[in-house]
């Protein structure tokens, strides 16, 4: 992973330039700060560095990061390459191909990149919380049937015949993928639904393939404290509160896994 994880780097200096510049809040988040706190940088199987910012920040870098980024680097979101149909955005690089297999047919830019994820206002209500999360699922799902399945080779001839119909439609239609556009279109209205209704939490609601996915909410305040912690060659913007985000998301986080699951989870 050497060689992707200096291109991760750099993509992660690129984008802490540009915030710096612009005076964006951000940390780094899940593995990529677990990485800070128990690697002083990447953890080894690592494939791919995580960023996440208040929704309000996330909005304003997609203003500007098109007339900002050096060349060499591409902002990909639905708006920006509409084959990719992901709820967050993100940085890629020129300099390496990183092509996950469920995408591999899409016309958009496959390099080694850096995810963005904003974080949403979401209801105090476990109930209102469950739904919404719930309501976004239900999207997912069919924007998962619509663009994500795919054949493997260990697939009985019975489960090729379910999946060609969603197959074939993704190969007939594309980037013309009208459904698609319109699924998205109201699943994002879905993930900035309480954005208007600011309350003391907050979720990263766009990261839909995650098992744990709108189960991790936080206390807003997380976002009001940061500290500038080790990452490789230099420090990153990371929570102050660090210890909260993290045992949040993986209860003894310093811990690692067993050898068997010491790998990554998107090549």
């Known amino acids: ?6 291109i991760m780097y750099d993509i992660l ?8 510049k612009h ?3 951000y940390s780094l988040i899940d593995g990529t700060l677990l990485g800070a706190i128990r690697h002083q940088g990447f953890i080894p199987w690592d494939d791919d560095i995580d960023v996440g910012m208040l929704r309000e920040d996330y909005d304003r870098l997609d203003a500007i990061i098109a007339s900002e980024l050096s060349e060499g680097y591409v902002y990909q979101t639905h708006e920006t390459q509409p084959e ?3 709820a967050f955005a993100k940085i890629r690089s020129d300099r390496l191909l990183l092509i996950q297999d469920i995408v591999k047919d899409r016309n958009m830019h496959h390099g080694v990149w850096l995810d963005i994820f904003p974080f949403e ?8 919380q469950d739904k919404q999360v719930e ?5 997912n799902k069919k924007l998962k049937l619509l663009n994500y399945v795919i054949f493997n080779e260990d697939d009985s001839i019975i489960k090729k015949i379910a999946k060609s119909p969603f197959v074939f439609y993704t190969k007939l239609f594309g980037k013309n993928d009208k459904l698609s ?3 998205i279109v109201k699943r994002d209205a879905l993930i900035q639904q309480y954005n208007d209704r600011p309350s003391s939490l907050v979720a990263n609601l766009s990261e839909g393939a995650s098992p744990s996915y709108g189960r ?3 206390e807003r305040k997380i976002f009001d404290d940061f500290e500038d912690l080790q990452f490789e060659k230099d420090k990153f913007s990371c929570f102050k509160d660090y210890e909260a985000f993290l045992t949040t998301t993986y209860g003894d986080y310093l811990t690692p896994p067993p050898s068997d699951q010491q790998v990554g989870t998107h090549t």
Do not use: G, T, W
């Open 216 to 218: 991790f909410v936080f």
């Open 84 to 86: 990719s149909v992901q």
């Open 121 to 128: 206002y979401v209801p105090e209500d476990k109930a209102l």
């Open 135 to 139: 309501d976004i699922r239900s999207y």
């Open 1 to 6: 992973m050497k060689q992707e994880h200096e």
């Open 13 to 20: 200096v690129e984008f802490d330039r540009i915030c710096k």
């Open 181 to 183: 556009h319109r699924l």
């Open 23 to 25: 005076n964006l809040k």
